[in-house]
Every structure is written in structure tokens, then in C-alpha cells.
């Protein structure tokens, strides 16, 4: 039915006459209206049913790119592996940022929660004495805690997840300063005192591709949260509360609840990276990864994941890591500035969340 | 004949704005009872404590004969009154088995259901389509379809089968064609009468008059925060309704 005549049958809709007549008529409304479609809308609603589509696209397409301008350096196996090895971290840090983005939230502070978690290993083992898995285990609940203090700020003061997590950004980065008083914990230190904190860092070599054990690592955790999300009534629960979180609470899901707890389970992931940071770094630095919460966020982004909540896939967000560390490797070995590094990452943030608003317009 | 749901002497009031005044209601076994009134008769706060999502300040509500206190739509839910609410509260981004299984998933037997909680998709989506057909909704043809891509009328439907799924006893029905066009507004009159038929009474708030004059067994007209009376749509008029609804007209002594 077209929309005036759908306009017109609203207005006379209080007729009672006028409705029976129609409805007897017709009798099958419910088929879908699929037969005239332009090639552009059969793509839009592919898009739409398969949001991990576009990223994996761009990831082919811009490897095949660069292989033609960065020439045969870029294909080789140190380089490809030494990518795998760059996005480890933004990765790990972006599987986390992909839950609380999902439920239509955002953490700012995902990176500074990594740091202070990495610090409380590093203090506790190496500076303190306390045996490593005991100084693991606290960072771990560091990470817990910190997550769980966002989810708790989200739900009770109902402030919105930007505003929360900007503060806490500044308090988790303050207390990582608090704590190391500036200070880095040396890598030969930790070598020394605390090795299993380098573990992550490990390399191995598997017929020229050479991988960090936190590299499969962090491949486990997108597979341990696709499995979640998708498996599980909590993974649902999840796309439901970003959907529409009225909607979710009258279906009986206790949204602050689950609020709180995928803040928490956010945390935990991101202090696994920090775990992993301390081998791929070597060192404990308080200022590193200070770009690490925005790489997290463009990587989620540019892996298909909405904004606006309900819709993407965890590992649309791995893919949209290895674009971002495909982008960069690319540049540079074809000798550009670092400043088109960011000029072509921009470029691509804004692309992909057009392409994600043009895929949303299918429902409307 | 004992009612199913009754409502007796329920107050509710706002400040110094008196939204309910000592309001009754009674519901039969198998039957739709339209609830009409005017804006601000009322009618919208008798729904919500009846729902649960707003606590009377007074008078209680009794299920079957027995008295029952709720403090969400949640508890309600889990006593068998199921709201359709006007917004359908569905998430429009899951498919159709997730929207009617949200919140009360099936998990899998065993290990895998009970260690690692894995959903049995399989169970579910048998179970949504057997409902779906049930209430004749059989031209759904994908149960996995994402909700946004149904029709206004399917989305119903879906929110329909969803609230006589689960040992039901009361379906309240707020306002479930006001957003819909006139075909589709046809459709959902059909479900209604379709849930009817498999013995579950409906309540049924509307403001459009043919529609609750078409399908209602007994019409509660509420007016100024109590019940002005119960009519049968039989043997009065569409405009007699609403000159007792706004006070244009005494309402008739039973």
C-alpha cells in the first residue's frame, strides 16, 4: 500500500463500516512485499542481516591495496605476523569496549583501567614481594572492579556511560600516577623477579609467521564472547538492553543487573590485556596506551559494531583491529607520514559509520 | 460464576490529583472486556496497577479468588497477568524466537545447559512456531526473521503469542491498534478473538470504539477515577457509550 492511501485509511479508520470492508478483502498482508527491489536495497538488507560483512570486505580489500602499493614487504610473513602481533592489545581492549558499546554505552576508560590493573601486577610482584599469580589474580580483580564501578555509576546515578567513563578515565589514570609515582617498572625488573608476567609475550614460530602466545589469546577471547553472546540467554540479554532497554525491562530482564555485570565482564577482559600489555610491552609504564580507550572505540566502529546499541557482531570488532593494524603497516611501509596514517583511519571511522546509518535506514 | 481477576475498591493517588477513586473491576472466564473512558478518566492508572507497574495506594486485587500483591510487571507476569503494552516491548533488532523467549530462555539439557548455560535454539524456535500457528499466524515463515523487518500487525502478533505463552491467565491488551493501519488493525481484532477461543479473557483498553464494540463481550466505562458502569455492547449504542463516558448521559441502572 502506498502512503497516502495508507494516510487516508488511518484518517477513516474510526468507520466501522469502511474497515470490515477492506479487511475481508484482504487477506494476505502478511507476505512480504520482497519482489521489487533494486540491486542497491537487496545489498542494503544483506548488509543488514549480516553486519560483519562490510568490515571483512574492507579488510580484503585494503590487504589486496596495499600488496599493490607496499609491494611484496607488506605479504611477507614477518609483516603480516607482526600486524597480528600490533593489534593485540587494541584487540583485547576492543573485544571489551564491543559488550559496553553493544548495550548503547561507551567506556572512555577501558585503556586506563588496563594500566592501573597492569600496575597492580607489576607493583605487587616485582616491587612488593607478593608471588605472581597472587599480584595476577589482584589485577584481575582490579579490572573487575573498576568495570563494575562504571556499570554502578551507569545504573544508579543513571548518568549516561560518556559523562561516567570520562571521569573515570581521569580517576583510574590519577590513581595509576598515585601509585607508580610516575615511575615505570622496568622490564629487566620484572624479568627478574616476576617472569610469568612476560609470558604473554612468548613468540613462536610457525613456519615464518611469527606469534605472540597474546595474539592467541586474544583470538580465545573474541571466540570465548562470540560463544557468549550468541549462546547463551545473557548474550542476548545483551543485544536486548542496547536494542531497546524499556523493552527489555518489561520482558522481565533486570537491566541494571545485567548492566552491571557486562560492565564487570568488561573489566575482566581488559585486565587479561593487561596481563598480556606487560609481555608485549616488557615493561609497566604509567603512560602507555594513553590512545588505547579511542583505538578501542575506532576499532569497534569500524568492525560494524552500532552506536546506538543492539547491533553488531564481537567479531566484526576483530576484524576491525586487523584493518586498523593493515592500515598502519601499509602506510608506513609505503613510506607515508604518520599523518596519513591518521588521516586515512579517519577517513575510514567516518565511512564506516555512514555505511552503518545507510544499513540502519533498511528498518525504517 | 467466579471471576478470574477481580479489582476491588483500588485508589491511587498523585500528589493531590486523584487518579483512581476507589475503582472496581471484574473479569470473567473467557471473555473480552473492553475498558473505555475518557483522557484522564483514569483508565491508563487502573491498567498499570492491574499490570503491576503502578502499586494502589489502597484496595487489592484477587486472582482467582485469592488475593495477590505485586510490585512489577515482572511478579505479575509470573502470577499469569501478561500485558501487550502499546509500545509491544520488543526489541526489534532480535529475531522473533529471541523476542518471545526474553527472559525466559530454554537452556540445554545437561552440561551444556546447566554448566556452560547454552540456549537450545532448536526447543525455542519449535516452540515459537507452534504458537505462532496456533494463533493462526502461520504466513510468518522465518521464526529467526529479525523483528524490525515484520509488518506493524506481525509485531503484534508476535507480542501477542508471546503473552498467552506461558500459562497465562489474564491478557491485558493496551491500546493494540493504535498504531496500525486498517488492515492490519482487522488482523489483530481476528487474534483477539482467536485468544478468546482458547479460553484465555482479555482486557482490552481502546479508544476506538468500533473495535472495542466489535469484539468486547462487556464494556467497563470508567469516569472520573472509578467505574461508571458495565454496558453490553448488544443492546447499546456506539454514541450512548460515550455520552456516558463523558457525562453527557446518565449511565443505565443494571
Known sequence: MNKVSDDISKDLKDQPKFTTDIGEKDQDHHSFD????????????????????????????????????????????????????????????????????????????????????????????????????????????????????????????????????????????????????????????????????????????????????????????????????????????????????EAAELSGIRTDRMLVSIYAVAGLVVAIGAWVSIGRVGSVSPTSFYEGNLDSITAVVIGGTSLFGGRGTIIGSLFGALIVGVFSSGLSIAGLDVLWQRFALGCLIIVAVGIDQWIRKVSA | MQPVLVANKLSKKYGKVVALDSADLELYPGEVLGVIGDNGAGKSTLIKVLCGAVIPDSGEILLDGNKVTFTSPIEARKLGIETVYQNLALSPALSITDNMFLGREIRQKGFMGSFLKFLDKKAMADEARKRLSDLGLLTIQNINQLVETLSGGQRQGVAVARATSFGTKVVIMDEPTAALGVKESRRVLELIGEVRSRGIPIILISHNMPHVFEVADRIHIHRLGTRLCVIDPKKHEMSDAVAYMTGAKQPPKD
Open chain 1, 34 to 245: 520482497l519482489g521489487e527491489q533494486t540491486t542497491l536495497k537487496k545489498i542494503q538488507h544483506f548488509l543488514h542481516g549480516n553486519p560483519t560483512i562490510v568490515p571483512v570486505i574492507i579488510l580484503i580489500l585494503s590487504v589486496i591495496a596495499f600488496g599493490f602499493i607496499a609491494g611484496g614487504k607488506f605479504f611477507s610473513a614477518f609483516n603480516l605476523s607482526l600486524i597480528v602481533q600490533q593489534v593485540t592489545i587494541v584487540g583485547i581492549l576492543a573485544a571489551a569496549q564491543t559488550l559496553i558499546i553493544l548495550t548503547a554505552g561507551i567506556d572512555l576508560s577501558v585503556a586506563a583501567m588496563m594500566v592501573l590493573a597492569s600496575v597492580f601486577m607489576g607493583k605487587l610482584s616485582v616491587e612488593m614481594g607478593v608471588p605472581t599469580l597472587p599480584a595476577i589474580a589482584v589485577g584481575f580483580i582490579s579490572g573487575i572492579a573498576t568495570g563494575a564501578f562504571n556499570g554502578l555509576l551507569v545504573t544508579r546515578l543513571r548518568l549516561p556511560p560518556f559523562i561516567v567513563t570520562l571521569g573515570t578515565w581521569n580517576i583510574f589514570f590519577a590513581l595509576v600516577i598515585f601509585f607508580t609515582g610516575s615511575q615505570s617498572i622496568r622490564s629487566s625488573d620484572i624479568e627478574v623477579n616476576a617472569p610469568l608476567l612476560h609470558f604473554w609475550g612468548e613468540r613462536i614460530n610457525l613456519g615464518g609467521f611469527v606469534f605472540t602466545y597474546g595474539a592467541f589469546l586474544m583470538i580465545g577471547i573474541f571466540v570465548f564472547l562470540w560463544f557468549l553472546l550468541n549462546k547463551t540467554a545473557w548474550g542476548r540479554h545483551v543485544y536486548a538492553i542496547g536494542d531497546d532497554k
